[in-house]
């Protein structure tokens, strides 16, 4: 079975300071890890995803994720946060062995101007 | 333009009466999906399509059904709604099944069943 974990409801940040929304995961073999963004009343676009190689991946709108296999964590990070990257973050896993895509519960994040 | 386009977008109806939300995409996908959206939740699949005529039920297909006779549509059929079905839907496809290629979401259906 696979899951995944956001440990956090809320996150709250001022514009300019560093971003940090938590991502955990369990699989039972190797993982396929993907951030997507929802803003209000829209469906959910895709940020960035782990397939292999560099722990550290790059993606849309200044956003990066480092996994961490040890902590089977997949954190997606922004070094200055912006107001307009207020929205609703989900954190997805797969198992390279399976069809089905995990998602987690999701975190909030409002930057304050 | 590629993309999922789901409709209705919103829809209120009342317990029992069928209804049908459609899904249709235009990048010839192998894979499509339908999620339901519930806060504190997150995206839980109901049903899901590997390829024509072939779908499986996903965590939450109770009270769902689909059907997938042509490769670009994926309806999600609520034959007798409950309260309970009250939610934000998303349909998805993506490329291939393996791999991993990125899911393309809908814009939602927000549904109430009264």
């Known amino acids: 079975a696979q899951s995944v974990a956001q440990p956090e409801d809320q996150v709250n940040v001022a514009e300019g300071n560093p971003l940090t929304v938590k991502c955990t995961y369990s699989?039972?073999?190797?993982?396929?890890l993907f951030w997507y963004v929802q803003y209000p009343n829209r469906g959910l676009q895709f940020l960035l995803k782990y397939i292999t190689g560099d722990n550290l991946v790059k993606g849309s709108y200044g956003f990066e994720a480092e996994f961490n296999k040890s902590q089977t964590s997949f954190h997606l990070k922004k070094p200055s946060a912006l107001v307009s990257d207020s929205a609703l973050y989900f954190c997805a896993v797969r198992d390279m062995g399976d069809y089905k895509l995990s998602f987690g519960a999701g975190t909030t994040v409002t930057v304050r101007a | 333009e590629a993309q999922v386009t789901q409709n209705p977008r919103y829809l209120i109806t009342v317990t029992g009466k069928k209804l049908t939300v459609t899904c249709s995409q235009n990048?010839?996908?192998?894979?499509m999906s339908w999620y339901r959206q519930d806060p504190g939740l997150g995206l839980r699949q109901i049903y899901y399509?590997?390829?024509?005529?072939?779908?499986d039920k996903g965590d939450v297909p109770e009270g769902y059904k689909v059907s997938r006779k042509e490769k670009r549509n994926f309806p999600l059929i609520l034959e007798s709604p409950s309260p309970n079905q009250t939610s934000l839907y998303f349909c998805?496809?993506?490329?291939?099944?393996?791999?991993?290629?990125?899911?393309?979401f809908g814009a939602g259906s927000r549904l109430t069943v009264l």
């Open positions: 990048m010839n996908h192998e894979y």
């Open positions: 998805a496809s993506r490329a291939g099944v393996a791999g991993a290629n990125v899911l393309t």
């Open positions: 699989v039972s073999g190797n993982p396929y």
């Open positions: 399509s590997m390829n024509v005529e072939v779908t």
